[in-house]
Structure formats: C-alpha cells, structure tokens
C-alpha cells in the first residue's frame, strides 16, 4: 500500500503541479473546456491513464464544459506519490482549454 506523505511532502510536490489545488485531503482542478464533447473525450484519456496507474480518480462534468478531477489514495487516507503522479500524467495531456 502506498505511504500517505506528509504535509510539507505535500506541499514541495504541489508547486511541481500547475492549478491543482489542496482540498479536503486531495488535489483538485477543475479544467473548463471549449465543448461537453470535449468534457467527455478528456474523461476517456484520463480514464486510461488511470486504469493503467490502477488509481482512480473521482471526475465530475459540470456546467456542461467544466471538468473537475479530484485525486486521493483512499486505502492511505490521504494524497500518497499516487496521487501526484497521476496530477502529472493529466497535466502532460493535450489540452485544448476555453480561453
């Protein structure tokens, strides 16, 4: 089982990532999209890249074009590197975000 890291762990790691936020025990970023389909397309890669990790995210579609992805290791209680690697594949995907 992965190791739930420590608050300053925690926070060293979050300045690696570009708008994901700390949030009640997990990251969170909500990205806004030019379109719904976009919205869904962009929960298939994740979802790939989630099932490959074998961690799962919660993702929510709101507002039609708004995607927000929260990430925390439950059997850790708490954001373990899991987490964080996975921010980081989500970050590296292509997006094409409403300006």
Do not use: C
């Not at 992965?2 to 608050?7: I, M």
């Not at 929260?70 to 594949?89: P, Y």
């Amino acid at each position: 089982m992965p190791e739930k890291l420590s608050d300053i762990e925690i926070q060293n790691n979050l300045k690696t990532l570009q708008d994901w936020e700390l949030k009640d025990n997990a990251l969170i970023r909500t990205f806004q999209l030019p379109s719904f389909a976009h919205a869904v397309l962009m929960v298939g890669a994740i979802g790939q890249q989630a099932e490959a990790a074998g961690h799962h995210p919660d993702i929510l579609i709101h507002g039609y074009n708004k995607l927000t992805v929260t990430l925390t290791t439950h059997s850790a209680g708490g954001i373990t590197e899991k987490d964080f690697s996975l921010a980081r594949q989500i970050q590296a995907l292509p997006l094409r975000q409403k300006a």
